[in-house]
């Protein structure tokens, strides 16, 4: 079955620079998500989409912006890139409607160095 | 607000000995409860869930979990671990109808011992 597809798996940038992660969630998922890992840490939430509108806001710096289009895929832009940007990011996806509690999948991440 | 603790940061365990992985979550509205766990260098894995019915709640790779509303608690077990447990596992909660987002706890670290 189709997973979650992250990219790129790995990413390394300067100070300053800017980074842009892509997520292709499972076909037919609705929502998409985006979480932020921290070495060592849980993932926390950043930001989610609905039907290609923003849906939920959590602990996104102003300094990243994300958007899902047409086709469903999510794209995480991140400026000025700090050094404690380094992180796991992952994308989920589920599946949402008139029922909640729907299972959200998880890709496999993106590694993010800043140096 | 809902929150989740991991009441373990680690649990070394040795194989084929049982385990249990404590959880406590807050609250103020009905919660949906999930059991991830992520192997060395790799994405979050769902275990298992609680939506709704049966408190016991079967997941794969021989684990359960069972829910208890009195004690805000979902602690996950498993009767005879493998050494290819070794991974962290997280707990985490959403609000449901407030929106599907996860709420993580901090995650244990189970290291299972040949």
């Known amino acids: 079955a189709a997973g979650v597809i992250q990219s790129p798996r790995h990413l390394i940038k300067e100070k300053r620079e800017t980074a842009t992660l892509k997520c292709y969630p499972i076909?037919?998922?609705?929502?998409v998500y985006w979480y932020q890992q921290g070495p060592g840490q849980d993932p926390q939430f950043l930001i989610s989409?609905?039907?290609?509108?923003?849906?939920d806001k959590g602990s996104i710096p102003d300094r990243f912006s994300a958007q899902q289009f047409s086709d469903y895929h999510s794209e995480l832009n991140m400026s000025s890139l700090e050094l404690g940007d380094s992180a796991l990011y992952f994308c989920?996806?589920?599946?949402?409607?008139?029922?909640?509690?729907?299972?959200?999948?998880f890709g496999e991440g993106s590694w993010l160095t800043v140096v | 607000a809902q929150s989740v603790t991991q009441l373990d940061s680690q649990v070394p365990v040795f194989e084929e000995a049982p385990v249990e992985l404590r959880c406590n979550y807050s609250?103020?509205?009905?919660?949906?409860l999930f059991w991830y766990v992520q192997y060395p260098n790799q994405g979050l894995q769902l275990l298992l869930k609680?939506?709704?019915?049966?408190?016991l709640v079967k997941g794969i790779n021989g684990f359960e979990a069972e829910f208890n509303k009195s004690q805000t608690s979902f602690h996950l077990r498993k009767p005879s671990v493998h050494i290819s447990d070794t991974a962290e596992y997280f707990c985490?909660?959403?609000?449901?109808?407030?929106?599907?987002?996860?709420?993580f706890g901090g995650g244990t670290r189970v290291l299972v011992k040949p």
């Open positions: 989920a996806s589920s599946l949402e409607g008139v029922f909640s509690g729907n299972t959200i999948y």
């Open positions: 076909p037919r998922h609705d929502t």
């Open positions: 989409f609905y039907e290609k509108m923003q849906s």
């Open positions: 609250s103020s509205v009905s919660v949906y």
């Open positions: 609680y939506l709704s019915g049966s408190t």
């Open positions: 985490a909660v959403s609000e449901g109808a407030a929106g599907n987002k996860l709420t």
